[in-house]
Nanobody, 125 residues
Framework: QVQLVESGGGLVQAGGSLRLSCATS????????MGWFRQAPAKEREFVAA????????NYADSVKGRFTISRDNAKNTVYLQMNSLKPEDTAVYYC??????????????????WGQGAQVTVSS
């Protein structure tokens, strides 16, 4: 069994920063790629960022490119999402996800087979 637990969400003013963490536990994920997705009220969940097992390859949604940075510390079994220059439209529940299959880095939600419970991020104007 694999557990993913997000932390670091909260309320911040526009232009501010937050860092989300995703700690994994349970069965080792091996060479899993990790991703962050978000779901705003009344909207479908969308891809935010992904990172390869080694951390050498990253992928970002256009809406966050240049403002968000995904990283990982495999020794700590933790993935991070540093969010800078936050905008009210970044308000959403942010989910951490893992893809336990070895394949090229991707942003396909259906291929991520482990998910966290989500962390609320609220950006006020």
């Amino acid at each position: 069994q694999v557990q993913l637990v997000e932390s670091g969400g909260g309320l911040v003013q526009a232009g501010g920063s937050l860092r989300l963490s995703c700690a994994t536990s349970g069965r080792p994920l091996g060479y899993s790629a990790m991703g962050w997705f978000r779901q705003a009220p009344a909207k479908e969940r969308e891809f935010v960022a992904a990172i390869s097992w080694s951390g050498g390859i990253t992928n970002y949604a256009d809406s966050v490119k240049g403002r968000f940075t995904i990283s990982r510390d495999n020794a700590k079994n933790t993935v991070y999402l540093q969010m800078n220059s936050l905008k009210p439209e970044d308000t959403a529940v942010y989910y951490c996800a893992a893809d336990s299959q070895i394949r090229p880095l991707h942003r396909e939600e259906a291929l991520y087979n482990y998910w966290g419970q989500g962390a609320q991020v609220t950006v006020s104007s």
